[in-house]
């Protein structure tokens, strides 16, 4: 049962880097130094090269190309180049699914990049701190990680799922809680923990479908552009239910219906530019 997953099964997760666990330590930690950051990423080729190939990508738009990763972290800061760092050890991660006529891997990671690139639209319209707008983004793109466990872990139960809740435009989390007693978002949450990843990313993997009255205004961002992009059916969507947002949502962000309208323009733009965290 998908309900018998438990805080101990770590050899049913998909292994991660060896540098991960370092990362996310480092994540955690506000006193964390470049050199640090340095130290582990020179660890993993594979990581160090992705990430500058990510800082090199039109969706940083550095007016200069970037050799090293000591001047990358000069220039991105290392709130940045530690939130690519991880989020690129996730993805390399949890990348790879079998793919059927139910679901489409591709398209998955499309549709969390769009709430990615969402979210970062929407902290800037909400006039968020610079400093942590990377925050929204990294938090947007890894939110449905949980989805991608259960296909892993879990694959006919959550494709019958699938099969259902599009035959019946039923919620599928809602649909997975009455047959399986938990959702995608509950096990991308204990995955999470068991990872020890930061408490923030934690609390948004856990309730991005449903937030609770007192969750940050980084999970209540992430909510509302899931619903943006569920809405535009960018990516992966099979859950067509609760989509309307309400005034009390724009209100949490400090935004107005009007800051909406503009943002699907927005999206398609600044997607094919952050297409290269999902590549």
């Not at 180049?81 to 949890?94: D, E, G, Q, R, T």
């Not at 989805?147 to 435009?169: G, H, R, T």
Request: hydrophobic share 40%; charged share 25%.
């Amino acid at each position: 049962m998908l309900s018998d997953i438990a805080f101990n099964q770590l050899d049913q997760l998909p292994a991660l880097s060896p540098a991960t666990p370092k990362l996310i330590e480092l994540a955690n930690s506000i006193t964390a130094s470049p050199k640090e950051l340095l130290d582990i990423v020179k660890t993993d080729p594979i990581l160090a090269g992705k990430i500058l190939a990510l800082v090199n990508s039109a969706y940083f738009s550095l007016p200069e190309r970037i050799y090293s990763l000591n001047r990358a972290i000069i220039l991105l800061g290392i709130n940045t180049i530690k939130n690519i760092a991880l989020s690129s050890s996730l993805v390399n991660a949890l990348g790879t699914t079998e793919q059927n006529q139910y679901f489409n891997n591709t398209e998955l990671w499309k549709h969390m990049l769009a709430v990615g690139i969402t979210s970062k639209i929407l902290a800037q319209k909400s006039k968020i701190n610079k400093q942590e707008i990377e925050h929204y983004f990294i938090a947007g793109l890894l939110h449905d990680i949980g989805d991608i466990l259960m296909i892993k872990l879990y694959p006919n139960e959550f494709y019958n799922l699938i099969a259902e809740a599009k035959e019946n435009e039923f919620s599928i989390s809602e649909l997975s809680r009455d047959k399986y007693n938990t959702t995608a978002n509950i096990i991308g949450a204990k995955a999470s923990k068991l990872w020890k990843l930061p408490d923030p990313l934690c609390e948004v993997i856990e309730f991005s479908r449903k937030p609770q009255k007192d969750s940050s205004k980084l999970t209540k961002t992430v909510y509302i552009s899931d619903k943006i992009c569920r809405k535009l059916e960018i990516g992966f969507t099979c859950d067509k239910s609760d989509l309307d947002i309400s005034d009390s949502d724009l209100e949490s962000l400090n935004l107005q219906p009007d800051d909406l309208l503009s943002i699907q323009e927005l999206i398609e733009v600044e997607m094919e530019k952050a297409s290269v965290f999902i590549e």
